[in-house]
């Protein structure tokens, strides 16, 4: 089983950046598909952007119109995501999550596992 931590949320200015931390442990990642995820108040949560961990090709959600970049470490079993041009709309819960395939109509995505999530607050 694959355990998940974010960290590196926080309050952040309107037009501001934050790159989040996305640690896995407990085996070590080869071809997963992994993903950031996020949940606005009142919102359902909605996918991001992923990366795919042996090739490293990323894919963006059409609905995230900021500089977003995903990227990964591999020595360190860490997936990052940069952001920047912060807006107060981008505040939310940011999760990671893995699996063998991102599948966007299935539930939880086809991810098998869910960080506890990190919270970034965009003040206006």
């Known amino acids: 089983q694959v355990h998940l931590v974010e960290s590196g949320g926080g309050l952040v200015q309107t037009g501001g950046s934050l790159r989040l931390s996305c640690v896995a442990s407990?085996?070590?990642?080869?071809?997963?598909?992994m993903g950031w995820f996020r949940q606005a108040p009142g919102k359902e949560r909605e996918f991001v952007g992923a990366?795919?961990?042996?090739?490293?090709?990323?894919y963006r959600a059409d609905s995230v119109k900021d500089p977003v970049t995903i990227s990964r470490d591999k020595a360190k079993n860490t997936m990052y995501l940069q952001m920047s041009s912060l807006k107060p709309e981008e505040t939310a819960v940011y999760y990671c999550?893995?699996?063998?395939?991102?599948?966007?109509?299935?539930?939880?995505?086809?991810?098998?596992?869910w960080g506890k999530g990190t919270l970034v607050t965009i003040s206006s």
């Open positions: 999550a893995g699996g063998d395939q991102l599948r966007l109509g299935a539930m939880d995505y086809g991810m098998d596992y």
């Open positions: 407990g085996r070590t990642l080869s071809r997963q598909t």
């Open positions: 990366i795919n961990w042996g090739t490293t090709s990323t």
